[in-house]
Nanobody, 122 residues
């Protein structure tokens, strides 16, 4: 069982940066792939980024590629999402996820956090 708690979401101006954190409980954190999804009001949930269990492989949605960076620190049981050059379209609730497979599909992830709100003002 893995519990995920996101933090770091807040109001930020367009062009600014933000780093989200995802603290995981449990001793098996390092065995899970981690990811981030987001959901904006009135829109479907969408994939943002994912990272392999050892941090060596990542993948990103085209909309964030080059602006966002996913990383993890297995010693701290924490995953991160560094977001740069934020745009109003990035406004959403961001969810941290954990699963056995690194994937862009939500159904591949077994565990979800409660979400953290990111609001980008233009």
């Amino acid at each position: 069982q893995v519990q995920l708690v996101e933090s770091g979401g807040r109001l930020v101006q367009a062009g600014g940066s933000l780093r989200l954190s995802c603290a995981a409980s449990g001793r098996t954190f390092s065995s899970y792939a981690m990811g981030w999804f987001r959901q904006a009001p009135g829109k479907e949930r969408e994939f943002v980024a994912a990272i392999s269990w050892d941090g060596t492989t990542t993948n990103y949605a085209d909309s964030v590629k080059g602006r966002f960076t996913i990383s993890r620190d297995n010693a701290k049981n924490t995953a991160y999402l560094q977001m740069n050059s934020l745009q109003s379209e990035d406004t959403a609730v961001y969810y941290c996820v954990a699963g056995r497979v690194r994937s862009s599909r939500a159904g591949e992830y077994d565990y979800w956090g409660q979400g953290t709100q990111v609001t980008v003002s233009s």
